[in-house]
């Protein structure tokens, strides 16, 4: 075992704790961690987690800015841009999502040029449109209103031009080998 290791470890048990219904343990924890290692990107993007599963977006999104700020590599970055990406979107901050979740892909090992990213827009009342069209990071696609996520991901898969499609939801976390290994 790793004795470095254990904020990792504190970072996958913690916000399971939480889930489990006693997210003021999983908090103390954290917090006790953090003063042992401060500003340690595993432990904040935990804390942030946590923050996340009782809907405080706002305490999560700057826990996860200084993640990012923290983080020392993109394997440290790659995570908190995803639960920041999750927290601007439940935040409203749409476009900022948008660009989180595409520093969540940075870092594929797959050459950026051997796949695309397509974003279907399912009848949202954003600025998702325009600010795909202008982030150049993805091909926009839309839906006939709000047509589900069932259509959506026809559509996607009708307009994907590889050979290989594959999805990300709100529950899915890229790793760095995500598109590689198809």
Wanted: aromatic letters at 8%; charged letters at 20%; proline letters at 5%.
């Amino acid at each position: 075992i790793n004795p470095q290791g254990w904020p990792v470890m504190m970072w996958m048990t913690m916000p399971a704790l939480a889930g489990g219904g006693d997210r003021g343990a999983a908090l103390r924890s954290l917090a006790h961690g953090l003063e042992r290692k401060p500003n340690d990107p595993w432990l904040l993007i935990a804390q942030a987690q946590v923050a996340m599963q009782i809907a405080d977006f706002a305490n999560a999104l700057a826990t996860l800015d200084g993640a990012v700020a923290a983080a020392a590599s993109p394997i440290e970055r790659r995570p908190a841009f995803y639960f920041r990406g999750h927290a601007n979107l439940d935040l409203g901050n749409y476009a900022q999502a948008i660009r989180d979740f595409d520093a969540a892909l940075e870092g594929q090992t797959a050459d950026r040029a051997q796949f695309e990213v397509l974003i279907v827009d399912d009848g949202s009342d954003d600025r998702t449109p325009e600010v795909v069209g202008a982030s150049g990071l993805a091909r926009l696609l839309a839906t006939d209103g709000r047509a589900g996520s069932y259509a959506a991901r026809n559509i996607g898969i009708r307009a994907a031009r590889g050979r290989l499609v594959a999805f990300t939801d709100a529950d899915c976390r890229p790793t760095a080998n995500w598109v590689r290994s198809g």
